[in-house]
């Protein structure tokens, strides 16, 4: 009895953060296909690849902006963020901040380079250096971010890049090949860049998932 | 693997977040310890068992047996 409840009180908490969800990622990917058919460059059209490395990116800066909304109202947060309650956002503050920080670096980056010449209207020099320049701050966020977890977390972040790795030789490896035999147009840069990304990003949600963390409610 | 982490820690009168405060761990990672999600490290599990006073085995329950 308790325990139907508690899943019925799970699926309802669950409810609206996916919706929300939903609803800002057709907003923000609506908005964004219009934007790439604007920016188109000079040389080719918008293309398959810019828009799912903007999409990818939009997804990054979405659950960023959602996890910074939850550290700056620890109260809204709980509501829609996989947390106990309101006071472990508090307790995690920093370690959520660089996190969050990093992740929407790692966005914006994927997301410019949705829009470097010749498909966009970036130049290559300029792109490459916001890019990495957003990459190196993640990185040290990242680093930062390390001092913060404990041995869950780690583990957490160990299997998901593992899973992540898999995922990018099954996918990208799969796809390379492919192409090396002529089967298929080979995965281009920008291709590149966006299974890392969202390998990365399947990793994390499979082990959290795996491991019954995505479905977190009161004890 | 099945545990009393739970049982022991409210025997104490304590919540995750004090477990997870004198343990040094979040307490995502109590939690997940105290519903089988997560089965912590050797360190972690002897720091646990010192906390309450009792040996690793009576805090984490293991039904494998050697064979004859």
Known sequence: ?219 | MRNRLKEHREAQGWSQGELARRLGVSRQTINAVETDKYDPSLPLALRMAKLFGVAVPDLFIDDWEPEQ
């Open chain 1, 1 to 219: 009895m308790n325990a139907a409840r508690q899943e019925k009180s799970l699926a309802r908490r669950l409810a609206l953060p996916a919706l929300g969800g939903a609803i800002a990622g057709f907003v923000a990917t609506f908005l964004f296909l219009n934007l790439t058919d604007a920016d188109a460059g000079a040389g080719a059209g918008p293309g398959i690849s810019r828009e799912i490395a903007g999409i990818v990116g939009i997804s990054y800066i979405l659950g960023a902006i959602g996890g910074c909304i939850g550290i700056v109202n620890p109260r809204l947060g709980a509501r829609f963020l996989n947390v106990e309650d309101a006071d472990e956002l508090r307790e995690q503050r920093r370690m959520f901040g660089y996190a969050f920080t990093a992740m929407m670096a790692l966005g914006a980056a994927l997301f410019l380079l949705a829009f470097v010449e010749p498909a966009g209207s970036i130049g290559g020099r300029a792109g490459a250096a916001a890019a990495l320049g957003l990459v190196l701050v993640a990185c040290i966020l990242g680093h930062l971010q390390a001092r913060h977890v404990d041995e869950l977390q780690r583990l957490l972040s160990r299997e998901s890049i593992a899973t992540a790795f898999y995922l990018l030789f099954a996918i990208g490896g799969g796809w390379a090949l492919l192409a090396h035999c002529g089967l298929t147009a080979a995965p281009a840069p920008l291709d590149w860049l966006t299974m890392f990304a969202a390998t990365l990003l399947a990793g994390c949600l499979w082990q959290a998932g795996r491991r019954g963390l995505l479905t977190r409610g009161p004890s």
